[in-house]
């Protein structure tokens, strides 16, 4: 069983930073895809990144540019360096582990961010 645990989120003011990252029990190398969801209250969930088995990395149209995701394949440890934060970043962070294309994922139990003056 993959276990996921995030960490790194907070409080922080807008046009900050912060790092999240996400420690996996499971060899990341292995899986196709780890990415990084966000949860807003009473909104959908959206995809903030990804990077594939092969090492490349997508970012979502709402973060391209602020948001980059990369991993540590020794720590078996995928990261979000979120820079220029704005409040509507404010959301709840997910990490997922998808071992094959279009298979089902392993979830993390999420880490908050709030970006709040």
Request: include cysteine.
């Amino acid at each position: 069983q993959v276990q996921l645990v995030e960490s790194g989120g907070g409080l922080v003011q807008p046009g900050g930073s912060l790092r999240l990252s996400c420690a996996a029990s499971v060899d990341i190398s292995d899986y196709y895809a780890m990415r990084w969801y966000r949860q807003a209250p009473g909104k959908e969930r959206e995809l903030v990144a990804t990077i594939f088995r092969s090492g490349t990395p997508m970012h979502g149209d709402s973060v391209r540019g602020r948001f980059t995701i990369s991993r540590d394949t020794a720590e078996n440890t995928v990261y979000l360096q979120m820079n220029s934060l704005k409040s509507e970043d404010t959301a709840k962070y997910y990490c997922s582990a998808e071992k094959y294309a279009g298979g089902g994922a392993s979830w993390g139990q999420g880490t908050a961010v709030t970006v709040s003056s």
